[in-house]
């Protein structure tokens, strides 16, 4: 799905953006905020999963990716969803991190793989990427998939699973990712959370008080913006007003690996991870992610700013 060898081809220019988590924990909607404040308004020049390109997504052909964002005049905001530790830092780049409680990331995760189209998604990258160039063996074989595995077992998996998939796999079906590989892209954030050119938001803040956060992210990126047009910004943001505009502001629009542009926009809300997690889901969580990551870290992933404030 992604390669981050992939950034060497684009040269970066002062000013630029690079918006950096995990799958689900709220990419999309610092995107849009991003672009509320960059075009001041909700108007785009292009689909946003073009505007604001996922760079290190192998399907589509990295020169093809290099040279919009080469042609763009406005300030330039480029999605990743690799850790900072496989990005080469620019001083001059404001890098943006997203938390979640990665519990309800993984929710998020296992309705967001249902409506992905994998043999479309199989058919993109094998036309983006040249066969000498792929690596490990190519992964499952297309047609349908074997059943028996249900949300119980998804997040077994996913809590005990490695922070790095095994070497050598190739193209594989997306799953939902593992706690140990959110954990590790927080904490390499976390770590860093000290650089004048690195903020942390969370996903939970933005529930809490999203035209007070809106305002922080245009104080984070140097924008002039008063409360009162930022309390009208932020009603672009709503679920529904991104619902309604699925075809322009979801992710991979104009690539047709979604068998619903608007279904990615599910309402989603904190706490939904409970009807999947018994007791005993629960202490095997608690005592995994204390072996992740360090207490002031999980208290922020969890939270946000009301668990642990990255600024002290």
């Not at 509320?36 to 399907?59: A, C, E, K, N, R």
């Not at 589509?60 to 300030?75: G, S």
């Amino acid at each position: 799905m992604t390669d981050n060898s992939r950034w060497d081809a684009l040269q970066l220019r002062a000013g630029d953006i690079i918006i950096s988590t995990p799958s689900k924990c709220g990419m999309t909607w610092t995107q849009r905020l991003v672009s509320l404040l960059i075009f001041d308004g909700p108007d785009l020049p292009g689909p946003l999963s073009t505007v604001s390109p996922w760079l290190d997504q192998t399907i589509r052909p990295i020169d093809e990716v290099v040279a919009v964002l080469a042609a763009q005049e406005h300030r330039r905001f480029i999605k990743t969803h690799t850790p900072l530790d496989g990005l080469v830092l620019d001083d001059r780049v404001t890098y943006i991190c997203v938390g979640r409680d990665p519990r309800d990331a993984a929710v998020s995760m296992l309705f967001h793989v249902a409506n992905v189209d994998v043999e479309r998604l199989r058919e993109l990258h094998e036309a983006a990427v040249p066969p000498q160039l792929r690596s490990g063996p190519s992964g499952p074989q297309p047609g349908p998939q074997p059943r028996g595995r249900g949300p119980k077992e998804e997040f077994r998996d996913w809590m005990e699973g490695p922070a790095l998939p095994p070497p050598g796999v190739g193209f594989a079906a997306p799953g939902i990712g593992t706690l140990a590989n959110i954990l590790h892209h927080f904490g390499t954030a976390w770590e860093r959370r000290r650089l004048p050119n690195l903020a942390l938001f969370h996903y939970a803040d933005y529930q809490l008080d999203l035209v007070a956060e809106l305002m922080r992210l245009a104080a984070v990126l140097g924008i002039d913006l008063s409360r009162d047009r930022a309390a009208e910004l932020a009603g672009y943001a709503s679920l529904g007003a991104m619902r309604s505009r699925a075809a322009a502001v979801a992710p991979n629009s104009t690539d047709g690996i979604f068998h619903s542009a608007e279904r990615f926009f599910r309402r989603g809300g904190s706490g939904d991870w409970q009807q999947y997690f018994g007791p005993a889901e629960c202490r095997r969580y608690h005592d995994r992610i204390n072996q992740l990551a360090p207490p002031e870290l999980l208290a922020w992933v969890h939270q946000g700013r009301r668990g642990y404030n990255p600024a002290v």
